[in-house]
């Protein structure tokens, strides 16, 4: 038995086999680090970060994420290719429509978060210091799907018939006297 934490070299089975298939790691891919550049800037850090994920992005699976993509992108793109989640499409009011990615057990408030969350994030990506009131928008507006108003939060948004690729918008809210 050996008390160093390295496998023998001749032993066969297939944890060799895994070790002569690996991929390389991060650390195999990230810039060697000598006496002469033992210390990063930050800016040549993130320099680094933004190659690899430029690199990652690469995967057809990531393909049309924002190379600032957040953990909670990956995740919600790797769980619509398992059919773990759905995209519904959100018509505003110019008639762009905009994918939106959510759980496929999703309520109507989860919709409107990842509403919110999408709008916010494309808004900080363009670099637009306005913010939103989502207070107001859910206060004026309904989101609809074929004619339905979703009403109940809590509902579950299949329960109102909409599946992968549904398209729900924007309505104005009126005054009930």
Do not use: C
């Not at 759980?103 to 990842?114: H, R, S």
């Not at 004026?140 to 690729?165: A, C, H, M, P, S």
Request: aromatic residues 6%; charged residues 30%; neutral net charge.
């Amino acid at each position: 038995m050996s008390l160093n934490n390295e496998a023998p070299e001749s032993e066969p089975g297939p944890s060799s086999e895994i070790r002569d298939t690996k991929r390389p790691s991060v650390s195999d891919t990230v810039l060697p680090m000598d006496d002469s550049t033992s210390e990063l800037t930050h800016k040549e850090a993130m320099e680094i970060v933004r190659d690899g994920m430029k690199t990652i992005l690469q995967d057809p699976l990531l393909a049309g994420l924002h190379i600032d993509v957040t953990p909670e992108e990956i995740t919600s793109q790797i769980a619509l290719e398992h059919g773990q989640a759905m995209t519904v499409n959100v018509r505003k009011h110019t008639g762009e429509i905009v994918p939106v990615v959510v759980l496929q057990g999703a309520t109507v408030l989860d919709l409107k978060n990842a509403i919110m969350r999408h709008f916010n994030m494309k808004l900080t990506r363009e670099g637009v210091r306005k913010r939103i009131s989502w207070k107001y928008i859910w206060r004026t507006y309904w989101l609809v799907f074929d004619g339905d108003k979703l009403t109940e939060n809590n509902k579950k948004i299949k329960e109102y018939g909409i599946r992968n690729q549904s398209e729900v918008k924007f309505a104005k809210r009126y005054r009930q006297n």
